[in-house]
């Protein structure tokens, strides 16, 4: 009876243990749905604020209202001052633009009945005439569905992998497991390319040419192209087209409500065709300001969604597909935020800064590849206070210089390498080519994204260099030592092979690029005099500084941009500049960002 009564005894302990697992797996469903539903009410919600910056930056666009503030591009005013790519700044223009004939669907992305990557598409080719049937056909189709759509009309649409970027190509990553030395190498390598180019080069455009360069001179060998090219694996149970389809109808039908603009959205729009260029800058930066603070709380939620699969309670079986139809974002947005997500949870001064706007987008997700790194944790809030002390140029040489030297530490305000170039000039970054091919262990990760043909051609090419040294040496032979065999190949190409003429010796000092705070040219350089030969100045080297054309002829003898100080390391620079008023931005030595002769706490605070 009692071996009885303890059989029972069990049977029920079981049965109420697996119920409590029943009931705590339900509760975790429960929680994953009420995640996901806040996410996507969250993703969906700021319309009225992305209307009212479209229509800033449009305004902004129009009047070329960079020029006046004494920025060079469009695409260097976007970086620097509105904390976002040219390309988003354009895209914004170009809705902006086209929804002034377009009033259905400006109507329907207010009220949540399409997103901003759906807007994007059909203003690229519906008319007012037939506005109304493109919504009948967007409520049909899945957001790739509708790229189709639209490219089918529209040959300036291509149709990439993701739909949400419809202006760029498929992309796919490439991680090479390299040396500390062969990091390093490869960012001096790019600073030369950038020189040669003309203008900043990306890594993806920079494997482009280093694939090139080398090819010029080593042949591809038999199968390299066919070995080098990495599996992709499907994507695992796809969901089929029709479900997708569904799925995205009832994710608009279950979208945020239309929104009431705050008293904040709605004051960015009062009097903007009046406003000039600073009133434009003012407002761009506290629509982009506003757009960071969402931003900021999205990116936790992103995280959370990727570690509990929310995705996949929600009925999507790739974060792409579920960023594109139940979030309408980007998927590549999609997983930048994510990056910055999860670097903010280790990093509480970047996630701070962000979410009160005294990092910009563009300056968060410059620093989060090195705030990534074990060496700079201890680092890491010193990093935040440099990023809102120097302008962005600067701060991507910073971090490029810290990755590639593995020295974690931000470097002086003020110091030698303030100026991004060395005092030679012959390499950036203070690396030897021609190094002893024994390398340390391959423990760094160099990753970049390019389109396909790119990543083959990049792969290829280190594939053939690499099976070229293992018979040269008779030895197998490593991707570090491939990749520096092709570096100090196109190093020895691109570098002059005598000493410049003493006409260039500034150019070379100032590594033959603008001095001008956030300028990207490499091209059209003129020789500046600090303090004009009309006015007594010298011919000295420390009386000269580098200049592109427009920031000389348009920005100093414009009236656009002043100019003072000492070469090359005690220059101050002051941009739009303007009668009776202080100047828009002040920079001290270094490009560290100053407002009235005074060292700025933030960004942000600058006007």
């Given at each position: ?38 996410l ?12 009212a ?20 591009r ?9 904390g976002?790519?040219?390309r ?14 377009l ?11 399409i ?25 049909r ?6 790229a189709?759509?639209v ?30 030395a ?32 080398v ?5 591809l ?31 608009r ?25 600073f ?40 974060f ?59 680092f890491?809030e ?47 970054a ?83 690029r ?61 941009l ?32």
């Open positions: 009876m009692l071996i009885g009564t303890v059989e029972t005894d069990a049977r029920e302990g079981s049965a109420a243990l697996g119920a409590a697992r029943e009931l705590r797996a339900v509760g975790g469903l429960e929680r994953a749905a009420a995640g996901e539903a806040r996507a009410s969250l993703a969906r919600a700021p319309t009225a604020l992305r209307r910056l479209a229509r800033v930056a449009g305004r902004m666009v129009a009047t070329r209202g960079w020029e006046r503030l004494g920025f060079a469009l695409a260097d005013y976007a970086v620097e001052r509105a976002m790519s040219a988003e700044l354009r895209d914004l223009a170009h809705v902006d633009r086209a929804l002034a004939g009033p259905a669907l400006d109507a329907a992305f207010l009220s949540g009945a997103g901003w990557t759906q807007l994007r598409l059909l203003c690229r080719v519906a008319q007012p005439e037939d506005q109304e049937l493109w919504l009948a056909r967007t409520a189709l899945t957001a790739r569905g509708l189709r759509e490219r089918a009309v529209d040959a300036r649409a291509r149709e990439p992998t993701s739909a949400a970027e419809p202006e760029e190509e498929a992309r796919v990553g490439v991680v090479l497991r390299v040396s500390p062969a990091r390093g190498r490869w960012w001096s390598a790019r600073q030369f390319a950038s020189r040669v180019a003309g203008h900043a080069l990306s890594h993806a455009a920079f494997a482009e040419v280093l694939g090139a360069e090819l010029s001179g080593v042949p060998e038999s199968g390299a192209e066919d070995g080098a090219e990495e599996p992709v694996e499907p994507e695992s149970g796809a969901t089929s087209e029709t479900e997708l389809r569904e799925r995205g109808r009832a994710a039908r279950r979208g945020a409500p239309a929104e009431t603009p705050s008293e904040e959205v709605l004051e960015l729009e009062r009097g903007l065709d009046e406003a000039d260029a009133g434009l800058d003012r407002r761009l930066r506290c629509a982009a300001r506003l757009e960071g603070s969402w931003q900021a709380r999205l990116a936790p939620l992103l995280v959370e969604a990727v570690a509990g699969a929310w995705f996949r309670a929600a009925g999507y079986r790739s792409d597909r579920y960023a594109e139809e139940r979030l309408g974002m980007a998927p590549s947005r999609a997983r930048a935020l994510l990056r910055v997500g999860r670097i903010a949870a280790r990093c509480p001064a970047l996630r701070d800064a962000f979410a009160s706007g005294r990092l910009s987008w563009v300056q968060a997700h410059a620093l989060a590849p090195l705030l990534f790194e074990s060496g700079a944790a201890p890491r010193a990093w935040v206070d440099h990023a809102g002390r120097v302008s962005v140029r600067r701060l991507g040489d910073d971090v490029s210089r810290a990755l590639g030297s593995r020295s974690f530490a931000p470097p002086p305000l003020d110091g030698p390498c303030a100026s991004g170039a060395s005092s030679d000039g012959a390499d950036p203070g690396l030897r080519t021609g190094a002893n091919t024994r390398l340390p262990k391959e423990t760094e990760r160099l990753f970049f994204s390019a389109s396909p043909e790119v990543a083959q051609l990049f792969r290829a090419v280190l594939a053939t260099v690499q099976r070229r040294l293992e018979r040269e040496r008779g030895r197998p032979s490593c991707v570090s030592e491939a990749l520096e065999a092709m570096l100090d190949h196109a190093i020895a190409a691109w570098q002059p092979e005598k000493k410049p003429p003493r006409a260039f010796a500034v150019f070379e000092r100032d590594g033959w603008c001095t001008a705070p956030g300028c990207t040219s490499h091209r059209n350089l003129h020789q500046h005099h600090v303090v004009f030969r009309s006015a007594g100045g010298s011919n000295a080297p420390e009386n000269l500084t580098t200049l592109c054309a427009w920031h000389h002829l348009r920005g100093v003898h414009g009236g656009l941009l002043r100019c003072t100080g000492t070469a090359p390391g005690r220059l101050h620079f002051a739009g500049l303007r009668a009776g008023r202080p100047p828009l931005a002040v920079y001290g030595p270094g490009e560290v960002r100053q407002i009235e002769g005074r060292s700025a706490d933030a960004p942000a605070l600058i006007h």
